[in-house]
């Protein structure tokens, strides 16, 4: 398949989004996401690029924010990361699956 019909990957917020959307609507697969995040987050990945795997070291958390609770997560700080990562993480250009190991930016162990 040629670069002009392969399907744009969804943004890593969009990719996010769509796991709590679906978690909203379906309870069955809210409880498969809290029950086993990293598992679920892979299989999810998979339906968008075959093959993709997460770390064996990553660790995915999946926590149920209460309404009185208002959580901001913060990524981990790094020398490692350009200016251009930072400006295209900024605009929203960056996609999920642009990791050739495992799928994901900003693994860690990758």
């Known amino acids: 398949m040629s670069e002009e019909n392969t399907p744009k990957l969804p943004s890593w917020q969009e990719f996010q989004n769509e796991l709590v959307v679906r978690a909203l609507k379906d309870e069955s697969f809210r409880k498969e996401l809290l029950a086993d995040p990293k598992a679920v987050v892979e299989k999810e990945m998979g339906k968008l690029k075959e093959g993709s795997k997460l770390p064996e070291a990553l660790e995915v958390k999946v926590i149920e924010q209460?309404?009185?609770?208002l959580y901001l997560v913060l990524p981990t700080m790094s020398d490692e990361l350009s200016d251009e990562v930072l400006e295209n993480v900024a605009g929203g250009e960056l996609n999920i699956l642009c990791c050739n190991s495992c799928g994901l930016f900003g693994c860690g162990p990758c």
Do not use: I, R, S
Not at 66 to 69: G, V
């Open 66 to 69: 209460p309404a009185n609770a």
